[in-house]
Structures are given as structure tokens and as C-alpha cells.
């Protein structure tokens, strides 16, 4: 095993989180949706002497976005976002890189693995390392992300959640906002308690309270 932490911080007027991806071998780390409080963020970082090398985006929703440029002025490394949703990156001025479903972007000797998880938005990206797993608003602890907002497809989030789902129970989720009774949680414990995880499970009929006659 690699030796990984999930730094997750509390950022914001909106219960954001934002995370750091560090590898503790070598000390680089990745800074995820720079929301609000990008200087406090930094700050956790450089205390304990983490080199955030990189930028990863869930989405592009503001309050995952609000502070990339100050961030991305800062530290002026690389941005990865979704091609699906980099023209709203690409405005900016900053240097951003499209994901490809699946594509493993490294921070320092980690595996990151960028796994599509539409519904919420189009380009939405999960991020996996090892068995953790951050999941911007596709996965609360105990909810999801809304899908009735511009470019949200119920359709794909009940196909995102379904995959959740079948993905192993040791999988530790690190949401986008603190809207559960807990930070994280075990994605099997989630299976338990969540119930649009529950729902999606039943299949796509009772996901849409479609129960026949
Ligand atoms: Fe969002």
C-alpha cells in the first residue's frame, strides 16, 4: 500500500469540503475544489510541508470553484477538470488539462484514478485512491448531489449510484459537503443507510417510484 492521507478540510458558508491528496513518502499532494478558503487550505499544507502540485476539480459549480484563480495564482500548477466541463476552466486563464474517464493522474508515487460519475453535472469526476474515494456532490454521507439543476440528469445519477453500489464496502467516501451525520463513511456502511444508494440498489423502477401494480 501506498501511504496515502485524505486531508479533509472544512471550508466555506455552504458545509464545503475541500481535500488534500498527500502522499506521505514523498510529500506532494493534490489540493481538490478550491470552494472557499483557499489561504487556509494552503496554510494546512505548508505547515506540514506538503507540495500541492497539482489541482483537481469534482466539477465547476461556484462553490467548488470560488477561489481556483486566487489558489491557481499561488501555486501555479496544472487544473484538471472534465472535458465536459473545462470551458468554464478554460475562461479563466489558468492552466487546465482535460480528464479522461478513467485516466490516473499521479501525485507523487499515488494513483489517482478520475472515474466519471454524471448526474449531478455532466463532467462530474470522482477521485479514487486506493480505497478512498472523494465524491464531490454525487455522494453525501446519508445523501446525493441535487439533479435538477442546469445540465443534472436524474437518468445518469440513478446510473452513478447504481455503480456505487457495486463498488466494494472498504471504500472510504470523502463527500463534497458535510450534510450527513458524519464527515465520511464507509461506502458499505452507506449501502445500509443512505437511501438513494438503497433505492438505486432496487434497480430503476423503484429508484423512480415506479413500483407496478
Ligand atoms: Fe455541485
Same mark, same amino acid.
Given at each position: 500500500m501506498q501511504p496515502v492521507l485524505i486531508k479533509q478540510i472544512a471550508v466555506g458558508p455552504m458545509a464545503n469540503f475541500s481535500y488534500l491528496i498527500v %502522499? @506521505?513518502? @514523498? !510529500?506532494k499532494a493534490a489540493y481538490v %475544489? /478550491? *470552494?472557499?478558503?483557499s489561504e487556509k487550505v494552503m496554510a494546512v499544507a505548508t505547515k506540514e510541508a506538503w507540495q500541492i502540485e497539482k489541482i483537481l476539480l469534482t466539477h465547476t459549480h461556484f462553490d467548488h470553484i470560488q477561489e481556483l484563480e486566487t489558489a491557481y495564482q499561488k501555486l501555479k500548477v496544472p487544473v484538471y477538470v472534465h472535458g465536459f466541463e473545462i470551458s468554464a476552466i478554460e475562461e479563466m486563464g489558468v492552466s487546465v488539462k482535460a480528464v479522461a474517464t478513467d485516466e490516473i493522474i499521479k501525485v507523487g508515487n499515488l494513483s489517482v484514478k478520475c472515474l466519471h460519475m454524471p $448526474?449531478?453535472? /455532466?463532467g462530474m469526476i470522482c477521485y479514487l485512491v486506493e480505497n478512498h474515494l472523494i465524491t464531490g456532490d454525487v455522494l453525501f454521507v446519508d445523501g446525493c448531489g441535487r439533479v %435538477?439543476?442546469? $445540465? &443534472? &440528469?436524474p437518468e445518469k445519477m440513478f446510473e452513478t449510484l447504481k455503480r456505487l453500489t457495486q463498488m466494494p464496502d472498504d471504500i472510504i467516501v470523502y463527500p $463534497?459537503?458535510?450534510? *450527513? /451525520? !458524519? /464527515?465520511t463513511d464507509t461506502l458499505g456502511h452507506q449501502k445500509k443507510t443512505n437511501p438513494y444508494l438503497a433505492a438505486a440498489a432496487q434497480g430503476k423502477d423503484y429508484f423512480f417510484g415506479v413500483r407496478g401494480v
Open positions: %502522499d @506521505t513518502g @514523498t !510529500k %475544489d /478550491p *470552494g472557499f478558503e $448526474g449531478h453535472t /455532466p %435538477d439543476l442546469p $445540465g &443534472s &440528469s $463534497g459537503h458535510d450534510y *450527513g /451525520p !458524519k /464527515p
